[in-house]
């Protein structure tokens, strides 16, 4: 199987991160991002450029979702829950989910309508889709700077949200090597990632995760299907 690289940052020295073991967190996140893939057809999404909402059959309710439930399981067995718990972070119960996400969502597609960032509802997982060609340039890791006021919007509202853990994943198209795809993976998502950081996202809330070309969206024959899986995803999912 592909290497699948987990980037985690809980605090074991005051100055220290930790990467996280592959075996332990990469193989459940890529069985459950999978699984996400598989639903997105029952999702409520908002177009990124004209506002539109599309049909959605995802209900809204006080309870996560069988797959919101299984990444927060998969969450919890990274220990960031007690990590964040420790540092203040109050964990949320019942209908307070639903309505704490519901904000939230509210709050992300108002700041990233017409960015060509979309924003999609899963149970109660949103999910942002940062197209790679808006992302950055070709072939780098670096994030455009024109695209530095979309992340400062989108950290504006986590760190308003603080009571949700951040994954953030990154994704290619199946363009050159299996190996070569799965590192620029990896350094997109850590540069999205860093960059939250650099604007007071708590570090100990995020979680970074490389999967190369493993989970396509789109068809990678085409030219705008290739353009559509490459991209990084940020996960949002209720500390519960």
Do not use: W
């Amino acid at each position: 199987m592909p290497d699948q690289s987990v980037i985690c940052h809980l605090p074991v020295a005051p100055s220290e991160t930790r990467r996280c073991s592959a075996k332990r967190l990469s193989y459940p996140t890529v069985a459950l991002v999978a699984a996400m893939t598989l639903v997105l057809a029952g999702c409520q999404t908002t177009d990124p450029y004209t506002g539109e909402q599309k049909t959605s059959n995802t209900a809204k309710g006080a309870g996560i979702g069988a797959v919101g439930g299984a990444i927060a399981a998969a969450i919890i067995s990274g220990k960031r829950k007690n990590v964040l718990l420790a540092a203040g972070l109050g964990a949320l119960a019942g209908g307070a989910v639903g309505n704490y996400m519901d904000r939230q969502e509210a709050k992300l597609r108002t700041q990233l309508q017409n960015t060509g960032v979309s924003v999609t509802r899963v149970g109660d997982t949103i999910i942002l889709n940062m197209p790679g060609n808006v992302t950055f340039a070709t072939d780098s890791s670096n994030v455009s700077a024109d695209f530095y006021a979309v992340l400062d919007s989108v950290a504006l509202v986590i760190n308003e949200f603080e009571k949700t853990y951040v994954d953030v994943i990154g994704h290619t198209d199946s363009t050159g090597s299996a190996d070569y795809n799965q590192q620029l993976s990896v350094a997109r998502a850590s540069s999205v990632a860093r960059y939250l950081e650099s604007q007071k996202v708590l570090p100990e809330r995020v979680l970074t995760t490389g999967m190369g070309q493993n989970s396509p969206i789109a068809d990678n024959d085409t030219a705008e299907g290739r353009a559509l899986n490459r991209r990084v995803e940020i996960q949002l999912t209720p500390l519960t």
